[in-house]
């Protein structure tokens, strides 16, 4: 892992180099298939849980427009079924970790707050989504020194260059961007 990756992370916990690479190699993976997802009428983003040893619970692509529900968030769809899954709505003692394409919005923060989910790895901020794409990602104020007051780890920023490019081949095939009109 070259220095210069590891400094363009973000985190609110240091982060170490096999973790880092781990991570890396997950949210490459899910930026792959994430275009598979696309192709089939998915929005543009892709969420995993994982447990401690690696084990996948849940993957999810967002489903808003497949499914005509503005929550259907990547991360709400991966955070409902790894809870139906496991059969509870308190994940924490599961020591899960979430991964993403990109940052989570504003909605997405709450659920992952009210889940148990204990560490969550992103690539995409949340900026240059809005950027790309046109997206709507709400405000976030201090949100990573709120998560870690509750015992979140949060490592952002990862592979960032493999997911804008998925992004901005969503918005170069016309596909939607689904804001509420205003
Ligand atoms: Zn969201």
């Known amino acids: 892992m070259s220095g210069n990756k590891k400094l363009s992370v973000i985190a609110n916990e240091p ?3 096999s973790k880092l690479d781990n991570a890396t190699k997950i949210i490459l993976g899910l930026q792959q298939e994430l275009t598979k997802y696309i192709a089939d009428g998915h929005g543009p983003f892709l969420a995993a849980v994982y447990d401690q040893n690696g084990n996948l619970i849940a ?5 808003v427009i497949a499914e005509s529900c503005s929550n259907n968030h990547a991360e709400m769809n991966a955070i409902k079924l790894a809870e139906k899954k496991l059969g509870t709505y308190d994940l924490s003692p599961y020591n899960l970790s979430l991964y993403i ?14 889940s148990g989910i204990k560490a969550i790895y992103y690539g995409v901020p949340s900026e240059r989504v809005t950027k790309i794409t046109g997206f709507d990602e709400g405000f976030k104020p201090n949100w990573m020194d709120e998560f870690k007051k ?15 490019k998925v992004l901005q081949d969503y918005v170069k095939h016309g596909h939607t961007v689904y804001n509420p009109k205003r």
């Open 15 to 17: 982060i170490n180099d």
């Open 59 to 63: 993957k999810t692509a967002n489903s």
């Open 101 to 114: 394409t990109s940052e989570p919005c504003m909605m997405c923060l709450g659920a992952i707050m009210w």
């Open 150 to 164: 509750r015992g979140i780890t949060v490592y952002g920023h990862i592979a960032t260059d493999a997911g804008e």
